[in-house]
Each structure stands twice: as C-alpha cells, then as structure tokens.
C-alpha cells in the first residue's frame, strides 16, 4: 500500500486496542483480530502519536514530530518509513486511512 504524505491516518478504534508501553517498545492487543504485535522503536513511536492524535495525523505531520529537522535531506527517507509503517499498521489492523 502507497501512502501518499497528506493522508490522513488514524488509529483503529481504542475499545479494540490494548497497549503498554516499555522503553522504546510497544505491545498491542487487537481484540478485533486477536494478534499481538511488538512494534519496535519507529512503529512504537508512529503508534503513539496515531493514539494522541485526535483527527488523526498525515505521513508529513508524524514525520515532523519524528526529526528535528522536518524540511531536511532524510525527509524523503523518513517519508518513506513512516509510509512503510502505516502500511503495516493497515494490515495489521492497527490504524487506517481516515476516509472521512
């Protein structure tokens, strides 16, 4: 899945998530599907600020929360990260493109 920097993404619903935070790792519970997921340091961290992000949050918006600087030469790269998570997250069941 292409995801394109100004999509909106959200997490799946909260009454279907379980979550606990250690370190630089987080576990999730998806009730709804029945997996348990360890995301590492970049998924936890994606994660995290998909749950706080009320109305959800674009590739551009986590990457800038991510780097000190959001407008430098890894920007692509760090794109291209983030996009590879949510991807992930999507098939996982963990977040969503918010189609709203």
Same mark, same amino acid.
């Given at each position: 899945?292409? %995801? #394109?920097?100004?999509? /909106? $993404?959200? @997490?799946? #619903?909260?009454?279907? *998530?379980? $979550?606990?935070? $250690?370190? %630089?790792?987080?576990?999730?519970? =998806?009730? !709804? +599907?029945? &997996? +348990?997921? *360890?995301?590492?340091? *970049?998924?936890?961290?994606?994660?995290?600020?998909?749950?706080? @992000?009320?109305?959800? @949050? &674009?590739?551009? !918006? *986590?990457?800038?929360?991510? +780097?000190?600087?959001? +407008?430098?030469?890894? =920007?692509?790269? $760090? #794109?291209?990260?983030?996009?590879?998570?949510? #991807?992930?997250? @999507? /098939?996982?069941?963990?977040?969503?493109?918010?189609? &709203?």
């Amino acid at each position: 899945m292409v %995801c #394109s920097p100004k999509v /909106r $993404w959200r @997490a799946v #619903s909260a009454d279907v *998530l379980a $979550w606990r935070d $250690w370190d %630089c790792e987080v576990v999730v519970f =998806n009730q !709804a +599907t029945g &997996s +348990t997921h *360890l995301l590492g340091e *970049l998924g936890g961290e994606v994660f995290r600020r998909l749950v706080g @992000a009320e109305g959800g @949050a &674009s590739v551009d !918006a *986590l990457v800038a929360g991510l +780097t000190d600087e959001p +407008t430098g030469a890894d =920007n692509a790269d $760090w #794109s291209a990260a983030v996009a590879g998570v949510l #991807s992930d997250f @999507a /098939r996982l069941g963990l977040a969503e493109p918010d189609v &709203s």
